[in-house]
């Protein structure tokens, strides 16, 4: 069963009362608001998301709700909490889904040291995954929403999952927030992508959420194997160029980037190590996302990179 | 109320008999893994959950997605140690040709000594013991080789090197490792007198003899004050620092001469109420094995009636986390009592009047407030 | 490296081009790392204290050459240059003298007759 099968109004009574527990790649989270515009919004981005079944063991316990003392009398605000713990300070009501999603990155990224947890966006295709490794203001989730709107699948935005037993990345296809112009683009590029509304002043600036593919949620269980780390770049008019990188440089910005290589220690460095040898690395720098994506065919289905 | 009360109880035991009686973890239900993960979380318990069941070899046991959460739980614990007991081994290298030993406290002890509580919990910081007079020669040569004095603001400075037990902290520039070096286990301000030379005298040597530890006793005693003392308001008691304790009772009181040399200890360095208390709770919520004569021994060491069933009923209320959907509005005022009383131990009342306002004006000016999520850099956590 | 780090190493604080007949060694730490080379840069990993260190050549010739043996300094040069090819005036007594502070900092090596561990 997934989230659009249940009616709205079946899905909001749900989500304020014992809560929805919903299945994002390896983990499920349980949420619960009381936030009406939340509740529509949620039901219609979350639409494809599988709900876990009733006696699947909830990773976090999080939701989205009014506070409950004197503020809310003055501004209207919504507050993530975590097992009943808020660690952090309100948001304004309307921003109740963009404040979620960081808190639902916010639990994983603090605690799911099972797994070596790379800051990279990754797709697949024929079980190879392309990992772009994120740099900020640098574009990778544009250029990640642009793939999966071309034919690749959309393992994740955030978080490149590596299990730690075989150095496969796992899927955790998350809604894919888009900042200020990258939103235009997108549309532009896509007509037809399903992008939520546009959340303004957050404090990232503007912000809208791509629906990943129906597919790519749908195999959200099935990993890939890591082929290629790219190191994107976007820059206005600059020409196109993709060019290959010294190993110990991308195992460097790999690293470096990581959300907990340190605390993986000998592991994380043996995963990283085997995934910089596995893959081909390269820098790459454009302007037109359709030269981008054409480009990146190009090299993917060469054979050889 | 009446949901909330039968709720917070079924979920305190729960968490207490998980911890008691690992080996009956394999049987749980998923939904009674699911709260114990959420009450392992907030009470920092997991890693111990996952050493227990690794100690006596069920970890394959139990249902795999409650393992992935205790496994994260044990590589964080696992990454800890190394930097603890790495700084340590640097510090050894800084102050080569230093004399007189360095005394480890707390985590550091455990780890390095590889004593139970290590196993299964984490430990920020090296906390170092040393003679008042000596500290100033280790500083000295901590700071030529690379650790910085960490900026606090001038208030903060002030109060460590007046009144407290410890001077502010140092940090290496490349690591994160905090070191804390004491002078004493307890504020110059504290109620409860102890005298630190007592402590330099009976500390043991490890296997490399640069380092020592605190006599068992002492050490048990100076896991008490930490956990009476060092409280904090939102957290109030912490369990894994009673369970501390119920460990280092469990291991030293194999040794007979360990309980004999306990009470008479905790007299001569004027710790004998924290003991009180230490012995009562330990039994109460792990069942700790106290011989008798040790609980008539301290028998006297105890409050007044009233205090002591006000304490019995705070505590409880503190220290347990209750049930995460059901938050339990006494819990918090006892975590807040129980704060109070750490700093009224430490400080006579119109320094403490001073101290809490300054702290609080801190507050209101957001300066230790809440984290804003969207600017928070994941990575830094 | 940045070059304020040499100078506060190499000269003021460390105990380097004091001795040059002392011997030195790797320590502990310094025998269990794990080496990843790629192109003359080695990305190696400390497991006694977690750090994931970049060493260039030089560097990891020293360590290299501590592997079987204890060494003075002087040796430890000759068998560098060696190692990388060059003439033993070739190897700046600066970029020696920095490593070995380095690594010495780092924990990988000690001056031989100083408590090992």
Redesign the interface.
């Known amino acids: 069963m997934r989230v659009g099968d249940l009616a709205l109004r079946k899905f909001k009574s749900r989500l304020a009362t014992e809560g929805l527990q919903v299945q994002f790649g390896p983990f499920v989270i349980r949420m619960r608001s009381d936030l009406a515009s939340f509740a529509s919004l949620a039901h219609q981005l979350y639409h494809h998301y599988p709900l876990a079944s009733a006696t699947a063991m909830t990773d976090f316990h999080v939701q989205i709700t009014r506070p409950r003392w004197l503020r809310r009398w003055l501004r209207p605000q919504s507050l993530f909490t975590l097992d009943g713990q808020s660690p952090f300070a309100p948001y304004a009501v309307e921003h109740a889904l963009p404040a979620l999603e960081w808190g639902i990155n916010w639990c994983i990224a603090t605690r799911a040291h099972h797994l070596l947890m790379l800051h990279a966006a990754v797709v697949e295709r024929d079980g190879q995954a392309i990992i772009f490794p994120a740099w900020p203001g640098h574009g990778k989730s544009t250029l990640c929403a642009a793939l999966i709107h071309s034919g690749w699948r959309l393992l994740s935005d955030e978080f490149g999952l590596v299990h730690p037993e075989d150095g496969k990345l796992l899927p955790i296809p998350r809604l894919i927030p888009l900042k200020n112009e990258s939103i235009d683009v997108i549309r532009r590029f896509r007509p037809g992508a399903i992008i939520g509304p546009s959340f303004f002043n957050t404090r990232k600036g503007t912000v809208a959420h791509v629906m990943p593919s129906e597919e790519s949620i749908r195999r959200g269980h099935e990993p890939a194997e890591p082929r290629w780390l790219i190191f994107p770049r976007w820059a206005a008019e600059a020409s196109l160029t993709l060019k290959p990188i010294p190993k110990s440089e991308a195992f460097l910005m790999v690293a470096t980037n990581a959300f907990n290589y340190e605390v993986l220690d000998n592991t994380a460095f043996h995963l990283v190590t085997d995934m910089v040898q596995a893959c081909d690395c390269y820098s790459f720098r454009y302007s037109n996302l359709d030269e981008a994506v054409t480009a990146l065919n190009a090299l993917t289905s060469s054979g050889h990179g | 109320m009446g949901k909330v009360t039968a709720q917070t109880r079924l979920a305190n035991q729960l968490l207490l008999e998980a911890i008691k009686n690992p080996k009956n973890l394999p049987v749980l239900s998923?939904a009674d893994?699911?709260l114990l993960?959420?009450m392992g979380?907030?009470t920092r318990l997991l890693g111990r959950l996952e050493a227990d069941l690794s100690r006596i070899g069920l970890l394959a046991e139990i249902?795999s997605?409650?393992a992935?959460?205790l496994?994260?739980?044990r590589?964080?614990i696992?990454?800890r140690n190394?930097?603890v007991?790495?700084e340590i081994?640097?510090i050894?290298?800084a102050l080569?040709g230093t004399e007189a030993p360095i005394i480890l406290l707390k985590g550091a002890a455990y780890v390095q000594a590889n004593l139970p509580p290590a196993h299964g919990r984490i430990f920020a910081d090296v906390d170092l013991l040393r003679p008042e007079e000596r500290i100033e020669e280790i500083e000295e040569k901590l700071s030529?080789?690379?650790w910085l004095k960490m900026q606090i603001d001038p208030y903060d400075d002030r109060y460590y090197r007046v009144w407290m037990h410890e001077i502010p902290p140092l940090r290496h520039r490349e690591?994160g490792t905090e070191i804390d070096i004491h002078h004493r286990i307890l504020p110059r301000t504290s109620r409860l007198n102890s005298d630190p030379a007592l402590l330099f005298e009976a500390a043991r040597p490890l296997e490399?003899s640069?380092l020592h530890v605190l006599a068992p006793a002492d050490m048990v005693l100076h896991a008490l004050v930490h956990l009476f003392l060092e409280c904090d308001p939102r957290e109030g008691l912490r369990l894994r620092d009673l369970l501390d304790v119920h460990l280092l009772f469990q291991h030293y009181g194999q040794e007979q001469s360990f309980w004999d040399g306990l009470t008479p200890r905790a007299y001569k360095l004027g710790l004998e109420r924290p003991l009180f208390y230490g012995l009562r709770f330990a039994l109460r919520f792990f069942d700790t094995p106290i011989p008798q004569t040790v609980r008539s021994e301290i028998k006297n060491a105890g409050p007044r009636w009233p205090m002591l069933w006000l304490m019995d009923h705070l505590v409880a209320l503190a220290i347990l986390p209750g049930h995460?959907?059901y938050?339990y509005p006494w819990a918090t005022l006892a975590r807040h009592l129980l704060y109070l009383r750490a700093h009224w131990l430490k400080m006579p009342p119109l320094m403490l009047a001073r101290h809490l306002l300054y702290k609080a004006y801190l507050r209101s000016r957001g300066v230790r407030?809440?984290?804003?999520?969207?600017?928070?850099d994941?990575?830094q956590? | 490296m940045p070059e304020e780090y040499f100078t506060e190493i190499g000269t003021t604080h460390s105990s380097f081009g004091l001795d040059k007949n002392r011997s030195l060694v790797l320590t502990h730490a310094g025998r269990e790392l794990a080496w990843q080379e790629w192109d003359d840069v080695y990305i190696v990993y400390q497991p006694s204290s977690a750090e994931t260190h970049v060493f260039n050549d030089t560097t990891a010739a020293v360590l290299q050459s501590l592997e079987k043996d204890v060494l003075t300094m002087a040796e430890i040069g000759d068998r560098t240059a060696q190692w990388l090819d060059l003439g033993r005036d070739e190897l700046s007594s600066g970029d020696l003298s920095f490593a070995l502070g380095r690594l010495e900092e780092l924990g990988l090596i000690e001056w031989s007759g100083t408590a090992a561990r």
Do not use: C, S, Y
């Open positions: 998923l893994w699911e993960i959420r979380r907030r249902p997605r409650a992935d959460h496994r994260a739980a590589n964080v696992d990454h190394t930097l007991k790495w081994n640097r050894l290298w080569n030529l080789r690379g690591r490399d640069r995460p959907d938050p407030g809440k984290v804003d999520l969207a600017k928070l994941l990575r956590q």
